[in-house]
């Protein structure tokens, strides 16, 4: 059977399962729908979790990340699993305590103020939609290389899919098929992983091979070669630091407290039954999250390893040291195709060099005494997981699956942005705000209603998406962790935060942040606008408009204390309602 | 029921001090090994793993999941010593 076939094959097969699943867990209320009737087992969601939280952005593009960046890339991999230790002692137990059904209500409820509410629902609205365009321009991207369908074909199947189970069965239709797409997810990572730890090193386990030594009979250390052939090459050495440390710590701090203060991950912890499973749950969402989050690094090492080794079998500078054009592998032809790997021959020697040109005393070096013109070859990163089974020879059912679990990864994401977008919308805007005396009943319709509106606006911008895409990523972070991390944290960790303080707090830490953004990356995104260059030499202190977000945090709790002080404090009813929260048991 | 403000605020101090106690050792793992010393212990080396590196992308990850479930147990037995555990 040809690969196209199998994958059509394993692909369809999830969907049935993801379908199937929502039919059986469809909601019948509001509670259901929103938080899945309170009733998922601490396994289950840590589970559902962390494929929530997996996007296609962790599956698909972070071990080339670390590939290219080395060390430098740690701070993604601890920012995007230390935040989830900050939200179970800070944040879970006690909102699921407080026992409503979604962020910004909680919010408005111990701010006593339907501005904070407002203001919050405005801060998860940004994140999350910012958040579910790049999933469903993912799911058009895994589509269209797998299957070789046009980009458009593939994200109306997601939509299509999307709508079926997110709308049908609300929380509760996006837990169960959540928990399938983790299972798909995880085995597609790990098993391509496994067999090239084992082909490369020997080891099983791709956490102790990336430490182990390499089974070339050189009995050489993997990284400490890796270092050695990227020194060779004109890079910095990959275990080493590269970037500047303040800004690699602040990185790694906005993604940890960005992680903590996203919605749809937070609301996730409503669903179990006890504050208890709250906490536990957090861990076993970490456990499942460490199985793919311990791996791609010895993927993103071993792929580059893989991928240099190929290009430059021989000694640096020898003149058979480079990879003859004609003789490269078949993966590499069928990933050229794609455009996704590009060779050039700039110096006609028929061979292909790999190193870095921007390194001015390496690149001098290369043309005198090896008489290279340049790199030869450009990689998009995102190759290093997509072309891994094919680099290491593996059946093409292998293949499909990894086509399979990069859908899942995004579909699993978006449905939880899409759940997050529509019960703002219905619980927070309508039955909040609006229309406080709407029905049940009607209210679990608008809720489909505005999960439908969402599905369609992700796909319009998936399909046509604005030209800031990956900028925007970076606001999302950063508008979590400067405005709704703190504002979440004060108002279960202090008494004395009263509704102005934290109105004034959330815009404090929102203006600065998106100020800072915009300084960098322009006004609204628009190329051009930017009032200072986007590089080390340009932020100031080193630090760029990624990392900002704790410094937003600072001013956000800074401001909120200040002006608390200032005014009123909050009335007794509040300060009693600080003190259940903090408390397990109902009274 | 209504409990004794003191026994309340005594819990909640039992659980600021073990919350304090856990982030600590969340920064000392991640921020401190990872990063701030990852340079300094990059000298020592387990296996073919430079010390700093491995905190770096692996360490602080398997310290982070322990960390939440010892928070779970520990909070678990904080509540029934208390008495405000749920059922």
């Not at chain 1, 080794?309 to 069928?334: C, F, H, I, Y």
């Amino acid at each position: 059977m040809d690969l196209k076939t199998i994958t059509y094959i394993v692909v369809g097969a999830t969907f049935v399962l993801y379908i199937a699943l929502a039919w059986i867990a469809r909601a019948g209320s509001t509670g259901e729908f929103y938080v899945a009737g309170k009733g998922i087992h601490p396994i289950a969601n840590g589970m559902a979790t962390a494929a929530d939280w997996m996007s296609a952005a962790s599956f698909i593009s972070m071990a080339g990340l670390i590939a290219f960046q080395g060390y430098d890339a740690s701070a993604y991999v601890m920012g995007w699993t230390g935040g989830f230790v900050l939200l179970a002692l800070l944040l879970a137990p006690y909102l699921r305590k407080f026992g409503k059904f979604t962020v910004p209500e909680f919010v408005g409820d111990r701010f006593y103020s339907q501005t904070a509410r407002i203001v919050a629902v405005i801060c998860l609205l940004v994140i999350s939609i910012t958040y579910v365009i790049g999933q469903m321009r993912g799911v058009g991207i895994a589509f269209s290389r797998f299957l070789e369908v046009p980009i458009h074909i593939g994200l109306l199947a997601g939509m299509v899919i999307v709508f079926f189970y997110a709308v049908l069965g609300g929380m509760k239709g996006i837990t169960y098929t959540q928990i399938a797409q983790y299972v798909v997810m995880i085995f597609a990572y790990t098993v391509p992983a496994i067999f090239i730890s084992l082909q490369l090193t020997g080891h099983f386990l791709p956490q102790t091979g990336l430490g182990g030594t390499l089974n070339d009979g050189s009995d050489q250390y993997l990284l400490h070669a890796l270092d050695k052939v990227l020194v060779d090459l004109g890079f910095a050495a990959y275990s080493e630091l590269k970037g500047s440390m303040l800004n690699m710590f602040l990185l790694a701090m906005a993604l940890m407290i960005g992680t903590a203060g996203l919605p749809h991950v937070i609301v996730r912890f409503f669903t179990v039954p006890r504050v208890h499973d709250a906490r536990r749950s957090a861990g076993w969402t970490l456990l499942f999250m460490a199985a793919l989050y311990t791996t791609a690094p010895a993927v993103g090492a071993m792929a580059i390893y893989n991928l240099i080794k190929t290009v430059q079998p021989g000694e640096v500078g020898s003149a058979e040291g480079n990879l003859a054009m004609e003789d490269r592998p078949d993966w590499m032809r069928t990933w050229e195709n794609t455009g996704l790997l590009k060779f050039e021959d700039k110096n006609n020697d028929g061979r292909i060099q790999y190193y870095n040109d921007r390194n001015p005393e390496f690149a001098a070096k290369a043309e005198e005494e090896f008489g290279w013109q340049g790199n030869e070859m450009t990689v998009d990163r995102d190759i290093m997981v997509l072309a891994n089974p094919e680099i290491a020879n593996l059946p093409n059912w292998v293949i499909a699956l990894v086509a399979a679990g990069g859908i899942a990864a995004a579909l699993s994401t978006a449905a939880g942005l899409l759940l997050a977008i529509s019960s703002a919308i219905s619980h927070d805007l309508l039955k909040g705000v609006f229309m406080p005396q709407i029905s049940e009943k009607r209210e679990l319709l608008a809720g489909r209603l505005a999960m439908v509106g969402a599905i369609l606006l992700a796909g319009y911008f998936g399909l046509n998406p604005p030209g800031f895409a990956a900028e925007v990523v970076a606001l999302a972070f950063g508008l979590a962790a400067a405005s709704l991390f703190p504002t979440l944290m004060m108002g279960i960790f202090s008494k004395t935060i009263n509704n102005k303080g934290a109105v004034a707090g959330m815009i404090a830490g929102l203006v600065t942040t998106l100020l800072y953004i915009f300084t960098y990356k322009g006004w609204f995104f628009i190329p051009g606008t930017n009032m200072l260059p986007d590089n080390p030499d340009g932020w100031i202190f080193g630090i760029s408009p990624g990392s900002f977000g704790p410094i937003g945090a600072l001013f956000n709790f800074v401001v909120a204390y200040v002006v608390s002080k200032a005014t009123t404090p909050p009335p007794a009813h509040i300060q009693q309602m600080v003190e259940d929260v903090r408390i397990p048991r109902a009274y | 029921m209504q409990q004794t403000d003191n026994s309340r605020e005594a819990y909640w101090k039992a659980n600021l001090r073990l919350i304090t106690f856990c982030l600590v050792i969340w920064f000392v793992v991640s921020f401190g090994f990872g990063i701030l010393l990852a340079p300094v212990l990059n000298n020592i080396s387990i296996g073919g793993y430079p010390l700093g590196f491995w905190f770096a992308q692996q360490g602080s990850i398997f310290t982070f999941v322990a960390l939440i479930f010892y928070y779970a147990w520990r909070m678990n037995t904080i509540d029934r010593q208390f008495d405000v555990h749920e059922e």
